[in-house]
T-cell receptor, first 116, second 111 residues
């Protein structure tokens, strides 16, 4: 069964600290993996998208890694800011054609709170 | 701003009623997706349209239906509403199978 699991479910860190969010998936065939940031009550915004051949991708203070062998991904946030408080959602596409919607599997997200 | 617009922003209605949510995709995007997000839950894919035709179906109830019009805007119709239908409903659009851009959502409250 295609599944995406994220950990931790929630996380509280102090402003300025780094943190790492995890995503494990059992999705086949794998096409790509995306990380989204969702502010409370807002639509998700894409942070990174990685294909099978990519193992690291950065977007400012956000760095995503992908290990296709172990089917794990992580999102590392450096020097956290109060505005990083949000849910971070891992999404895996199961289609070799880049993901018609029926093949997008969403994780439940990690809720990050950055405190001053 | 993703370029995807959704109306209304908020909707409060009673059980048993019917509502219509509207989505306008980004200019040039042919695919429209609908998602439901209940309180503290992950996004649940409902349905996808591509250039006016249904392409994929997810966990959409029979009481719900959608369509995409020739001008590519889409509507999600929810009928015989129940308390459990209270949620955020998001629309997303993409060129085809590429990056999805999400709208701001419609918050539906069923009382």
């Amino acid at each position: 069964k295609n599944q995406v699991e994220q950990s931790p479910q929630s996380l509280i860190i102090l402003e300025g600290k780094n943190c790492t969010l995890q995503c494990n998936y059992t999705v086949s065939p794998f096409s790509n993996l995306r990380w989204y940031k969702q502010d409370t009550g807002r639509g998700p915004v894409s942070l990174t998208i990685m294909t099978f051949s990519e193992n690291t991708k950065s977007n400012g203070r956000y760095t995503a890694t992908l290990d296709a062998d172990t089917k794990q991904s992580s999102l590392h946030i450096t020097a956290s800011q109060l505005s990083d408080s949000a849910s971070y959602i891992c999404v895996v596409s199961a289609s070799i054609y880049g993901g018609s919607q029926g093949n997008l599997i969403f994780g439940k997200g990690t809720k990050l709170s950055v405190k001053p | 701003d993703s370029g995807v617009t959704q109306t209304p922003k908020h909707l409060i209605t009673a059980t048993g009623q019917r509502v219509t949510l509207r989505c306008s995709p980004r200019s040039g995007d042919l695919s429209v997706y609908w998602y439901q997000q209940s309180l503290d839950q992950g996004l649940q894919f409902l349905i996808q349209y591509y250039n006016g035709e249904e392409r994929a179906k997810g966990n959409i109830l029979e009481r719900f239906s959608a369509q995409q019009f020739p001008d590519l805007h889409s509507e999600l119709n929810l009928s015989s509403l129940e308390l459990g239908d209270s949620a955020l409903y998001f629309c997303a659009s993409s060129v085809d199978r590429g990056e999805q851009y999400f709208g701001p959502g419609t918050r539906l409250t069923v009382t």
